[in-house]
């Protein structure tokens, strides 16, 4: 019998990950495939008991269910527990485990893609959604010296910022987290001792989307990430570049927290490589 994985989100027509995981699986001559699900909020409950209802074996969890799918779920990996958001989750022996992967995505991509450590870095993390929890708190392990969450709604951004802080005391890391409001005068003062710039916000996905913040910010100090991949050189990207700034776009985290994903689910490496070249067609078809 065919294995079910797929991902749920909402909107979900954005999203490559049905590409990047049918290819792996064509590649490795699989019996799985991989299905896109819109789900919205009202419906949760209803999608998840679904998957033990049907026996479907593993799903992503995607904008904006990361954080709230943890009530529906039996328990966590360690990591998806310090986190507090999931982004991958496997059926095993009839219960639903959580696991969040990209933190260690996106860290896989700094590294490899952008040639770059967080360890003593000045980090400005736009947004406070469940990407950026991940993401933050995979920093603060990799010892960034400060953590800046600029979030829209300040009272969320405090909230990660705080269980940053706590997460960090428990395992004796020295990182200083803040949280500021997107629209905070200061931010400017951040800009000039920062060395990494993220945006974690789906800001970007859209060409109309006004600027998260003023882009005369940035400066050739800064390497700037985006972790949205489509299109795969977003506005932010692009400003960066003009402005003599090193730049990194979504795709690799993109492809090494699903790489992660697919091997909890199927123990299979994914062919990266091969992943890589498709997605790249796809993104740059005209
Ligand atoms: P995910 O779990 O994938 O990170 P999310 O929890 O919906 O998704 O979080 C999305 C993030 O993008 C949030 O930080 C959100 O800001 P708010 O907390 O103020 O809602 C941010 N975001 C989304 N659209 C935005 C916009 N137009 N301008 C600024 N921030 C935006």
């Known amino acids: ?3 079910i994985l797929g991902i749920i989100g909402y909107p979900i027509g954005h999203t490559f990950s049905p590409l990047m995981h049918n290819t792996a699986i064509k590649h490795l001559g699989l019996d799985y495939i991989y299905l896109p699900f819109e789900v919205k909020k009202e419906n949760m409950a209803l999608a998840i008991g ?4 049907l026996g479907i074996n593993g799903i992503n969890v995607t904008i904006p269910h990361k954080e709230s799918v943890i009530s529906y779920l039996d328990n966590l990996d360690d990591n998806a527990r310090f986190i507090g958001a ?10 639903l485990k959580g696991y969040n992967t990209d933190g260690l995505g996106f860290l896989k991509s700094l590294k490899i893609d952008a040639q770059e450590n967080a360890k003593g870095k000045n980090i400005i993390i736009l947004g406070a ?5 991940a993401i933050a708190i995979q920093m603060a392990l990799e010892e960034a010296n400060s953590i800046i969450i600029a979030n829209r709604t300040g009272e969320r951004g405090e909230e990660l910022a705080v269980h940053i802080n706590a997460k960090c005391k428990m395992q004796n890391v020295k990182c200083k987290v803040k949280a500021i409001s997107l629209r905070d005068n200061s931010l400017v003062e951040y800009f000039k001792k920062a060395d990494i710039i993220i945006n974690t916000t789906s800001v970007g996905m859209i060409d109309s989307n006004t600027p998260l913040f003023p882009y005369n ?6 390497l700037v990430c985006d972790i949205v991949y489509k299109p795969i050189e977003t506005k932010l990207l692009k400003e960066a570049s003009v402005r003599g700034a090193r730049f990194l776009n979504g795709l690799g985290m993109l492809i090494y927290q699903g790489s992660l994903s697919f091997k909890i689910w199927t123990g299979h490496e994914m062919p990266v490589e091969i992943v890589k070249k498709v997605l790249m067609e796809e993104l740059t078809k005209t």
């Open 129 to 133: 959604g469940g990407a950026a929890r």
């Open 1 to 3: 019998m065919t294995n």
């Open 50 to 53: 679904g998957l033990k209802g």
């Open 86 to 95: 999931v982004n991958t989750i496997k059926l095993e022996d009839g219960r």
């Open 217 to 222: 910010y940035i400066s050739d100090r800064h």
